[in-house]
């Protein structure tokens, strides 16, 4: 009981919600939840209700097995479900095209292509909210979401810079497109290096994966695959830093003469 009592704050700290009533009563409540996991293979009628509510509000909901979730857990009394709380509403898309409009800059977004690590994905957002981009756009499954950690590795960068959760990243490249915004894909064996890539119009940067880079049909929905020399004997960065190479070239093109 001691030992529950002593993590129970560590779990809130972290944006943990654990047990059964805390999450119906988060799920009413109207809390901003990223994702919910559930116990693979139960049947429990509260944990059913647990997910039609969830899924109902647009909430994530992912099967996990019983050790995922004791690993996962503070408090050590989950019951079956784990909630993470949002640190913040997410936007859509065009609110973010409507921000860059209103400044009356070309729009200047970063995709994240299934960044599963929320510490890669806090420092990204970190950077684009230094280098001025107006949003950051992640898929609804297979990754990150705007959660506790997150948050506090982008040293508060979330609460100024908006990011939309879309359910398809394909889809929005293609709406992207129509809209005037040209892609820039990161890519080992791009065929645009760096230096030539023109940043300076309306752009979508796409960083991909920590392990597989992009997926094949959003690599092929770009317009240039946008290859970072390499000098020494690697031949890959990590994606936080892939995502700050971008930024800033982009940065120095837009505000060359300024």
């Known amino acids: 009981m001691d030992r529950e009592k002593r993590t129970a704050p560590e779990a809130e700290a972290d944006g943990l ?3 059964r009533n805390a999450v119906v009563e988060a799920l009413r409540a109207g809390e901003h939840i990223d994702k919910i996991y559930l116990q693979k293979g ?3 009628k509260t944990l059913g209700h647990i997910a039609s509510k969830a899924r109902a ?3 994530v909901v992912v099967e996990a097995d019983k050790r995922k979730l004791d690993a996962m857990s503070r408090t050590h009394a989950h019951q079956g479900v784990i909630a993470l709380a949002a640190v913040r509403e997410y936007v859509s898309v065009e609110s973010i095209l409507q921000s860059a409009a209103d400044k009356g ?3 200047l977004l970063v995709i994240c292509d299934e960044i599963s690590d929320p510490h890669n994905l806090g420092a990204i957002i970190r950077t684009a909210e230094c280098a001025g ?3 950051v756009v992640i898929p609804k499954r297979r990754s990150a979401g705007l959660t506790a950690v997150v948050a506090k590795t ?3 960068a979330v609460a100024h810079l908006p990011v939309a959760r879309v359910p398809n990243l394909t889809a929005l490249l293609k709406d992207l497109k129509k809209q005037g915004v040209w892609i820039y894909g990161t890519a080992a064996g791009g065929n645009t290096t760096l230096y030539s890539a023109d940043l300076k119009g309306p752009a979508a940067i796409v960083i991909g994966s ?3 880079g992009m997926s094949r049909l959003v690599a092929e929905s770009c317009d240039f695959l946008v290859s970072i020399p390499m ?3 690697l031949n890959s960065l990590n994606a936080s830093a892939a995502a700050a190479i971008l930024l800033y070239e982009a940065v120095r093109q837009r505000g060359a003469g300024q």
């Open 17 to 19: 919600i654990e047990g």
């Open 42 to 44: 139960e049947t429990d």
């Open 57 to 59: 509000a647009g909430v």
């Open 105 to 107: 800059e070309p729009p």
């Open 133 to 135: 981009a107006h949003g």
């Open 154 to 156: 982008s040293a508060g």
């Open 210 to 212: 920590e392990g597989d």
């Open 231 to 233: 000098r020494g004997k």
